[in-house]
């Protein structure tokens, strides 16, 4: 060995010190290196406006109820095939989790994207530290790496987009790693798996039967193994019923209310088979992909469930997992096997729970195979390295040298790839800033509206922005009872009942129905405006042209009516058969948008079109 890699080996030894000795430190190091493509993504905001719209409205829109209006249940949720009778997701947590950074930065859209990319470090930050405390330090910084991984391949819209189907992504490790500790004899990790848990659940349904049959089992087995040893657990056991009844007393109380109550439409719609169901075959199909080392925890999202999985990939993870068992069990690793159990736990609970999944199988209803997958990945390392390095210094150290330069190369990668990233829908974003801007000073803060839309292309989301926009500026919106889900209950008003409203807004998009519109002699225009670029705008116009010309050629002329209905283009993308290259052209002029004007007209007047 020469002095060089014996220069290389001291530093390594060094900094393996530091990580044993200065465990805070060294935990915000990783955090902060591990997050850095996200902090990266969210500097290059700083200075930027923006207008949340669609999905992401809702989660501000949500925000904003607190403190005088405490949210009982969470964001809108497509429960049922009528997108204009929502439901929500089961819990308001993920408001109570943001509020404080949003607060602490005056309530803007900056606060937003802050308040969800300190959520998302703070979760990773507890599963390092969870792995360190539970593994050692090897597997924190495995780890570490492995989180890595996937905050390049997320970043930077992950980061971006206060989604509440993004939000509890990394706090689902560290629910994982709970799960793991309770199997280890540690019994203070059950209520705090149970508040953990619980926050996944109420933010996105998906996590309804992982974390509950997770709990279910683990408890148990918890119980089980206490009374085995003659110890108490009676105390981890009282604190979780405490911490599982205080977070699901919003959402009882909501239920308890008149009405069908939000927990009774989930029942309702989660609670029975279905005949759509995808089945045991898809499901098994869209875990090949996930579970897989050219899956989207490496390569990003994107890739569809019933797309045909890469098959070396996955092959390489069952590899891999494979190996790490066999290791484990030779070795009689407890600790290791222990991990390993807990993920086979909760794979197999994952494949029953996706076959059940009915209707169109869209990939973020398993975002969650995304931690299933890192923590195979993470467990089958963690116990070859264990097996390598157990006696043998050398390689222990020649393995952490390469461990490092992959792990800075991955973190440049990812931060590289983050400057100058913005969020999503930047021309939905263009249009609120348009219209907004215009009506500041035309609406009467004395006069109440209702809000509608008509809008092709982008499922009422710049109708949302608008709401959240016109009332950051001291206006009085409010939407139908339709749109209350989404808008939050309390921006609800009855056009029907004398003195709710005072006028109706209408934003209309589309060129063609901007000029239907603008006919009405009951309407009054206050307010155009095109997102588009000059470039877009011919791209868009030439597009037109040429998907006219194809439905036509198609024999389905009922098809370009769709362009101008309300949520028309998704109609066509999603519930239209139609050609390849035809899906193509629509996808690609739905997501340049289109023009979008304000009207207003008379209480009770005529509904468009």
């Known amino acids: 060995m020469n002095m060089r890699s014996l220069a290389l080996n001291a530093n390594i030894e060094k900094l393996r010190k530091v990580v044993d000795e200065r465990r805070l430190l060294s935990a915000i190091a990783l955090t902060v290196m591990v997050g850095l493509p996200a902090i990266v993504a969210l500097c290059s905001t ?67 994207f802050v308040s969800v990319v300190f959520v998302h470090l703070a979760a990773i930050a507890a599963t390092i530290a969870l792995a360190r405390r539970f593994g050692g330090t090897a597997l924190g910084l495995i780890m570490a790496f492995a989180l ?28 994982l790693l709970l799960l793991w500790g309770l199997v280890l004899g540690r019994r203070r990790c059950l209520p705090w798996a149970v508040l953990v848990g619980t926050h996944c659940v109420q933010t996105h349904v998906s996590y309804v039967p992982l974390v509950f049959g997770s709990l279910v089992l683990f408890g148990a087995y918890a119980w089980w193994d206490a009374r085995r040893a003659g110890e108490s657990i009676r105390r981890p056991i009282i604190w979780s019923m405490a911490i599982g009844a205080l977070m699901w007393l919003p959402p009882m109380i909501e239920q308890l209310r008149p009405g069908p109550g939000n927990l ?27 579970l897989n080392l050219a899956g989207p925890f490496v390569t990003g999202p994107g890739k569809a469930p019933y797309d045909a999985p890469n098959l070396i990939g996955f092959l390489a993870f069952v590899l891999l997992c494979a190996i790490g068992v066999v290791v484990a069990v030779r070795r009689s690793d407890v600790v290791v096997k222990a991990l390993q159990a807990v993920m086979s736990v909760v794979t197999v609970i994952g494949l029953i729970a996706t076959s059940r999944v009915f209707g169109r199988f869209y990939d973020y209803v398993i975002r969650w195979m995304w931690a299933v997958a890192v923590m195979w990945f993470v467990v089958s390392v963690w116990s070859i390295w264990r097996a390598m390095t157990h006696s043998n210094i050398r390689v222990r150290q020649r393995l952490t040298g390469l461990f490092c330069g992959a792990f800075l190369a991955v973190i440049v990668w990812g931060s590289v790839d983050s400057v100058g990233a913005r969020p999503p829908y930047q021309n939905d974003s263009r249009l609120v800033a348009g219209l907004s801007s215009q009506l500041d000073g035309q609406l009467l803060e004395s006069v109440d509206y ?27 919106l409010y939407v139908d009872h339709w749109a209350g889900a989404a808008a939050r209950p309390y921006r609800v008003r009855d056009e029907l009942s004398p003195g709710s409203v005072d006028a109706v807004l209408w934003l209309v998009t589309g060129e063609q129905n901007i000029d239907r519109f603008s006919k009405r002699d009951d309407a009054e225009k206050l307010a155009e405006f095109d997102p588009r670029s000059p470039s877009e705008k011919i791209e868009s116009d030439g597009l037109r042209t040429l998907i006219e010309q194809q439905m036509l050629e198609l024999e389905h002329p009922e098809w370009i009516t769709l362009l101008d209905s309300q949520y028309g283009h998704m109609q066509i993308l999603l519930f239209t058969d139609i050609p390849d290259d035809l899906f193509a052209k629509v996808a690609r002029y739905s997501e340049i948008r289109v023009p979008g004007a304000v009207f207003e007209v008379p209480v009770g007047a005529p509904l468009f079109p």
């Open 148 to 175: 890595a991984v996937m905050v390049r391949a997320l970043a930077p819209r992950f980061f971006l987009e206060p989604w509440n189907v993004w939000v509890p992504v990394f706090a689902f490790f560290v629910f």
């Open 46 to 112: 700083i200075g930027v406006s923006w207008y949340l719209t669609g999905d992401v409205s809702h989660t501000e829109l949500m925000l904003r109820a607190i403190p005088d209006r405490m949210p009982l249940i969470g964001v809108a949720a497509r429960v049922g095939n009528d997108i204009n009778n929502q439901g929500s997701t089961p819990g308001a947590s993920m408001a109570y989790v943001l509020y404080p950074v949003y607060l602490l930065f005056l309530r803007s859209t900056f606060g937003v």
């Open 264 to 290: 009774r439409r989930l029942w309702d719609e989660f609670g029975t088979t279905h005949a759509d169901n995808v089945g045991l075959r898809a499901a098994v199909k869209a875990m090949m992909g996930e």
């Open 450 to 476: 209702l809000l509608r839309w008509h809008d092709p292309a982008a499922l009422g989301g710049t109708g949302f922005g608008l709401l959240l926009e016109m009332e950051k500026q001291g206006d009085h």
